[in-house]
Nanobody
Framework: VQLVESGGGLVQAGGSLRLSCAAS????????MGWFRQAPGKDREFVAS????????SYADSVKGRFTISRDNAKNTVALQMNSLKPEDTGVYYC??????WGQGTQVTVSS
């Protein structure tokens, strides 16, 4: 499956962004989809995930209550709604399928 992220950009602290990931070439509805991020000089870290049915989600403690992951199996997309953004949310955000297939990433920069 090929994954393409979009929606990144520059936003002020307290603002919102919505990331989207479009999948093609595979059976999207079978995959657990996730979002990870990597800040400069740091390892890639887990942000959120959603199982194939959408009925169960998981979040990193640092984003709970601010980020929401969702998916549309009919459109082969997964989204990450990010609210109340903080400068520490800055990084490249990656979409993943089953924690082993990756998109190219989209940059999110939060200014203070």
């Amino acid at each position: 499956v090929q994954l393409v992220e979009s929606g990144g950009g520059l936003v002020q602290a307290g603002g919102s962004l919505r990331l989207s990931c479009a999948a093609s070439g595979g059976t999207f509805s079978r995959y657990t989809m996730g979002w990870f991020r990597q800040a400069p000089g740091k390892d890639r870290e887990f942000v959120a995930s959603i199982i194939w049915s959408g009925r169960s989600t998981s979040y990193a403690d640092s984003v709970k209550g601010r980020f929401t992951i969702s998916r549309d199996n009919a459109k082969n997309t997964v989204a990450l709604q990010m609210n109340s953004l903080k400068p520490e949310d800055t990084g490249v955000y990656y979409c993943s399928a089953d924690y082993r297939l990756w998109g190219q990433g989209t940059q999110v920069t939060v200014s203070s």
